[in-house]
């Protein structure tokens, strides 16, 4: 039997991933930065690992600027009075704004400048679909930086689906910012259609400040000798309001399924493989980053890297690779091992821990299935607190272990690695291509307004203000 074979035994018919899941979710709840229950859960995988046999195992501690949540509450005070359940977005500075309400829909691009006189000193209701005839994602925390350039005082973030609660999601601190669920919303819609002013009081109380979190860090080091990685990554924590088991309690738990079964045929692997667990993805890819910062050496060393967000999510498990032309022969290959039709595609998003990599020139790819995204509600259940245990699929996660196993063997055992990691021009091209440009050029924007207004900041704002550089690393 081949060594690949007997991996795919292995993970087929093992329960590992999902015990994985049950185990970070139920005694580690979100292992959200700073809760002191990240720590421990890094001392869980790590110990895991150690178990599994990998070598090199250890936590990476970073700081960052952290936020723990308080209380908040939103109510109507006119033309009536009306508590309406909210939760304070991640990042969101403390106050209390009384404004009255402006709906910009799914918050189109254009629609922050037409409407500015509008928008000035407002609480500004946006919802969380892709506006209408935009090609590219439109994220949450854009039309978060585009209502603040207009003058917005507060900030409601409304789910576009029915039945999923209100959303979470980080955004920059600023104004106080909220969730609400698709009902909530609507409600608030319709009065504002049908008397035309509606006067809302917002209250957040959060803390932002700085934590100290951790990534977890093993290695599998092949037959060669070499000096040449394959790096195998996810986040581990979760959004503070659930236990984020689909984002991304599954895709720790594949790479660490990934750890187990692979470690056992280390004398048929060549390269070397580096599992990474990221902290503190949600609230700005920190993990990642700061990974990427503090290993400038490794990263030249690194033939590819594959990241693993929501890697238990519904759907056959292809690869998207963040536009690699030249690795799609290579890929094609890999599906023809698999043996079973997946999705091959490309697009590039900055929106996880590849993107970090993927600055520095490095060839990355997510794994999921286009077709299956397309049907989804948005998020499906992730960002809201319905993303718990129950939701995770065993079957859709020894699929993506499986898959990502095939790959592994291939790019590990290749003598000669024939794609050279990218120059800055070519990261450059590639951003650009992706419309990626428009969100950093925001950013640039964004700092300039902040820092006329200085002496009036909070001090959250103003801390967030001296970290800005301006930079692609700051998208999200
Ligand atoms: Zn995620």
Known sequence: MRPVDRVLGDIYSST????????????????WPGSGLDKASCEYMAEKLRGYGVENVHLEKFTIPGWIRGSSSLSVTEPKSKEIDCIALPMSSEGVVEAELVYLGAGPIEVYEKRRDEIKGKIVMVNSGNPRGMTRYLHRSEKYQRSVLAGAAGW??????????????????????????YEDGMYLARMLERKGRVKLRLETRCKN????????????????????????????????IAVGALDDATGASVVMELARTLVKEREHLKHNLRFMLFGAEEIGLFGS?????AHPEFMKKVRFMMNFDAAGRAGRQGFCLHGWPSLEPLFKEVIDEIGVELPLWSRVGPYSDHWPFLLLGVATATMGDPDEAAKRAGRGFGHTKYDTVDKADLRVMRECAGNAAVAAFKILNMDKWPYPQRSQTEIDEIVEKAGIHETVRLGVKLKEYLEEKRDSLRPETLVYLDRMSGSWEEVI
């Open 16 to 31: 590992e991933p999902l015990d994985l899941v049950v185990d970070l979710c139920d005694e580690y709840d979100s292992r």
């Open 156 to 181: 409601i973030f409304m789910n576009h689906y029915p039945a999923y609660g209100p959303p979470t999601g980080g955004i920059s601190p600023i104004v106080p910012a909220v969730g609400v669920s």
């Open 209 to 240: 400040l700085d934590v100290d979190t951790y990534n977890v860090i093993a290695d599998l080091r092949g037959t060669a000798g070499s000096d040449e990685w394959l790096v195998y990554g996810a986040h581990y924590e979760g959004h503070d």
């Open 289 to 293: 980053r700061a990974y990427c910062e």
